[in-house]
């Protein structure tokens, strides 16, 4: 069973389009979606959560589309924001006021237990709350009601250690159960990365790469060595190739690592690196000239 | 049971949490009997991905040192199970032919190597 279901997506912007976004997130798994800035990874989010509407494609979650029931479409997501999407002139009550008015599986004692574990200060308004305080409301206003699904956006961008140590385990518990799904957006390298199951990666409003992690991983290599060792065949293999004074760095499927010999150096390659060197290849999957 | 992943590996991670706990029930930390933890209070322990600890799992249970059993999770096999004889034959050979090639190597005659183990032997069991 599939927790989210994305199929055939399409917006179309002025100056920005996204095209033919399609992907499956499996009940019980977490899923990131990376992309540089403007990839369009926030435009599939609001498409999901319904902030903004498709002009092709479809979105279903736990099976049921936006369409045939708003309101359990709704109530199965908890999103949460890059930045606090509560006034700013709110205090927690407020808050606690509107989530009850919204959410029918709203558990007011459950949001009390939250705010107070984590000190959030009641006579403060929102917009003087710290990011980390801002942070912590969301979660607290979508974890103390039931949900199938957290959608993340950047959200853990601008956090201290400690405190995306504390996400992590958040997501970690929210997802024990089996029944319960996570999808996050990054541009950044992130240490969510390291919980995520599948890895989705967008560019220029085109999925260029959907896989596990594990076989993502697994299927590149990065290398670097000397220019003057390259001959035509190596550097025909190689994705985006990055040439600095002293030596280059490339990407390169681990099956064609063979051909590289000693005098390279190859190790594995990390997400972060995939992701450049798929850029500098111009988005191709194919390798550079 | 202990897991500690290193960044710095050139194993990939689940092979890392495989190759960790196979030492252990080789070594007997983890005794023959005992259940894992589950495949998902492995990933948030360890901070990992679940399709990582299922892997690592699968791997294990593959290789035959634990088996699934239905509702009640990943057990390690008994120390008389064919395969895991197999296992422990194996380490006790590499262990063995690291002591005769050290031996061989200083000029030890065989019988005096026999001797040593029957002594050491001995001297382990009081």
Same mark, same amino acid.
């Given at each position: 069973?599939?927790?989210?279901?994305?199929?055939?997506?399409?917006?179309?912007?002025?100056?920005?389009?996204?095209?033919?976004?399609?992907?499956?997130?499996?009940?019980?798994?977490?899923?990131?979606?990376?992309?540089?800035?403007?990839?369009?990874?926030?435009?599939?989010?609001?498409?999901?959560?319904?902030?903004?509407? /498709?002009?092709?494609? &479809?979105?279903?979650?736990?099976? %049921?589309?936006?369409?045939?029931?708003?309101?359990?479409? +709704? !109530?199965? $997501?908890?999103?949460?924001?890059?930045?606090?999407?509560?006034?700013?002139?709110?205090?927690?009550?407020?808050?606690?006021?509107?989530?009850?008015?919204?959410?029918?599986?709203?558990?007011?004692?459950?949001?009390?237990?939250?705010?107070?574990?984590?000190?959030?200060?009641?006579?403060?308004?929102?917009?003087?709350?710290?990011?980390?305080?801002?942070?912590?409301?969301?979660?607290?206003?979508?974890?103390?009601?039931?949900?199938?699904?957290?959608?993340?956006?950047?959200?853990?961008?601008?956090?201290?250690?400690?405190?995306?140590?504390?996400?992590?385990?958040?997501? /970690?518990?929210?997802? &024990?159960?089996?029944?319960?799904? %996570?999808?996050?957006?990054?541009?950044?390298?992130?240490? +969510? !990365?390291? $919980?995520?199951?599948?890895?989705?990666?967008?560019?220029?409003?085109?999925?260029?790469?959907?896989?596990?992690?594990?076989?993502?991983?697994?299927?590149?290599?990065?290398?670097?060595?000397?220019?003057?060792?390259?001959?035509?065949?190596?550097?025909?293999?190689?994705?985006?190739?990055?040439?600095?004074?002293?030596?280059?760095?490339?990407?390169?499927?681990?099956?064609?690592?063979?051909?590289?010999?000693?005098?390279?150096?190859?190790?594995?390659?990390?997400?972060?690196?995939?992701?450049?060197?798929?850029?500098?290849?111009?988005?191709?999957?194919?390798?550079?000239? | 049971?202990?897991?500690?992943?290193?960044?710095?590996?050139?194993?990939?991670?689940?092979?890392?949490?495989?190759?960790?706990?196979?030492?252990?029930?080789?070594?007997?930390?983890?005794?023959?009997?005992?259940?894992?933890?589950?495949?998902?209070?492995?990933?948030?322990?360890?901070?990992?991905?679940?399709?990582?600890?299922?892997?690592?799992?699968?791997?294990?249970?593959?290789?035959?040192?634990?088996?699934?059993?239905?509702?009640?999770?990943?057990?390690?096999?008994?120390?008389?199970?064919?395969?895991?004889?197999?296992?422990?034959?194996?380490?006790?050979?590499?262990?063995?032919?690291?002591?005769?090639?050290?031996?061989?190597?200083?000029?030890?005659?065989?019988?005096?190597?026999?001797?040593?183990?029957?002594?050491?032997?001995?001297?382990?069991?009081?």
């Amino acid at each position: 069973m599939n927790a989210l279901e994305v199929k055939g997506l399409c917006k179309n912007y002025k100056e920005f389009q996204l095209k033919d976004v399609s992907f499956c997130l499996p009940k019980g798994f977490v899923m990131g979606y990376i992309g540089e800035n403007g990839a369009g990874k926030t435009t599939t989010l609001n498409l999901i959560t319904h902030l903004c509407h /498709q002009d092709a494609g &479809m979105v279903s979650i736990g099976g %049921i589309t936006y369409e045939e029931d708003t309101r359990r479409y +709704l !109530e199965s $997501i908890g999103f949460i924001g890059d930045e606090s999407y509560f006034p700013g002139t709110f205090r927690l009550k407020d808050v606690k006021a509107v989530c009850k008015m919204m959410y029918s599986s709203f558990q007011e004692d459950k949001f009390d237990q939250m705010v107070e574990n984590w000190k959030l200060p009641a006579k403060t308004r929102i917009a003087n709350y710290s990011r980390g305080m801002k942070v912590k409301l969301m979660f607290a206003s979508v974890l103390s009601r039931d949900t199938s699904i957290l959608i993340l956006d950047e959200a853990t961008n601008g956090l201290d250690p400690v405190m995306r140590a504390e996400v992590i385990e958040m997501l /970690q518990e929210y997802i &024990m159960d089996g029944e319960h799904s %996570i999808l996050f957006s990054t541009h950044v390298l992130d240490d +969510l !990365e390291q $919980i995520a199951d599948y890895i989705v990666f967008i560019h220029r409003g085109e999925i260029l790469l959907n896989q596990t992690k594990e076989e993502l991983l697994e299927s590149y290599v990065m290398v670097r060595g000397d220019v003057a060792d390259l001959n035509e065949g190596r550097r025909r293999k190689m994705i985006g190739m990055i040439q600095g004074a002293y030596g280059f760095e490339g990407l390169l499927r681990s099956r064609d690592a063979e051909g590289f010999g000693s005098m390279f150096a190859i190790e594995p390659a990390d997400i972060d690196h995939i992701m450049l060197h798929y850029i500098k290849n111009g988005g191709k999957e194919n390798a550079c000239r | 049971m202990k897991v500690i992943i290193s960044n710095q590996s050139e194993l990939p991670i689940y092979a890392q949490i495989r190759e960790q706990i196979k030492e252990q029930i080789l070594n007997g930390q983890i005794e023959e009997g005992t259940i894992l933890p589950s495949i998902r209070k492995l990933a948030k322990e360890v901070g990992v991905s679940v399709i990582t600890t299922t892997r690592a799992y699968n791997d294990l249970e593959k290789e035959g040192y634990i088996t699934s059993v239905q509702g009640k999770g990943s057990i390690v096999l008994p120390k008389d199970n064919e395969v895991m004889k197999e296992r422990y034959l194996m380490r006790i050979e590499e262990g063995v032919m690291t002591a005769i090639h050290t031996a061989q190597y200083i000029g030890m005659e065989e019988e005096e190597f026999h001797n040593l183990v029957s002594s050491l032997w001995k001297e382990m069991e009081e």
